[in-house]
């Protein structure tokens, strides 16, 4: 257990709709990612928080938004969904160790969108 | 731009014996490399990475990795495999603080290592 949950683990919805992925990093840990694996686009970096700012930008797609709030847990809203978002969602937590972050995943929500 | 190769999409290998499993890199400056294993339905799990120094690094469950400069390679190796190492790896790669390349990590494409009796 790496200390990082995602909520919920499981979502099925349809197309046009909007769903909220919740992530509550592990203790202490300011910086949260999030990311995208699907069977196409692999595993790819969207976007990344620290202590409430956002820090960077991958390839994350305007229908797509994301906050870190004060108590530190992070949510990704996706908007007008589509076929293709349907995807497994991770989030990640960073804690500095050895002269870099380390990041650890949370289990992921699996997204399907019908 | 910095990218991560796994040549192998899947790798077969008896119990008990040596696994090998491949990546090359490529990043601007020196990299930060990392290994992560993925089980069914479950999130990853960082199992080691590499920063500087000693070119062999130790990481978790008998794993470790041995970086190459010359060959930009990063490749995973266990001295004796057990079935229930069978699951999906990934190596991974940043920049480094010097470099000033952020955080994100760019992941290739997994292995999928399978250990049999």
């Known amino acids: 257990d790496s200390g990082v949950t995602q909520t919920p683990k499981h979502l099925i919805t349809a197309t046009g709709q909007r769903v909220t992925l919740r992530c509550s990093p592990r203790s202490g840990d300011l910086s949260v990612y999030w990311y995208q694996q699907s069977l196409d686009q692999g595993l790819q970096f969207l976007i990344q928080y620290y202590n409430g700012e956002e820090r960077a930008k991958g390839n994350i797609l305007e229908r797509f938004s994301a906050q870190q709030f004060p108590d530190l847990h992070s949510e990704l809203n996706l908007s007008s969904l589509e076929l293709g978002d349907s995807a497994l969602y991770f989030c990640a937590s960073s804690v500095w160790t050895s002269g870099t972050d380390t990041q650890y995943f949370g289990p992921g929500t699996r997204l399907t969108v019908l | ?117």
């Not at chain 2, 491949?22 to 990299?31: E, I, L, R």
């Open chain 2, 1 to 117: 731009a910095q990218s991560v190769a796994q040549p192998e999409d899947q790798v077969n290998v008896a119990e008990g014996n040596p696994l090998t499993v491949k990546c090359t890199y490529s990043v601007s400056g020196n990299p930060y490399l990392f290994w992560y294993v993925q089980y069914p339905n479950r999130g990853l799990q960082f199992l080691l990475k590499y920063i500087t120094g000693d070119n062999l690094v130790k990481g978790s469950y008998g794993f470790e990795a041995e970086f190459n400069k010359s060959q930009t390679s990063f490749h995973l190796k266990k001295p004796s495999a057990l079935v229930s190492d069978s699951a999906l790896y990934f190596c991974a790669v940043r920049p480094s603080i010097l470099t000033g390349g952020g955080n994100k990590l760019t992941f290739g494409t997994g292995t999928q290592l399978k250990v049999e009796l």
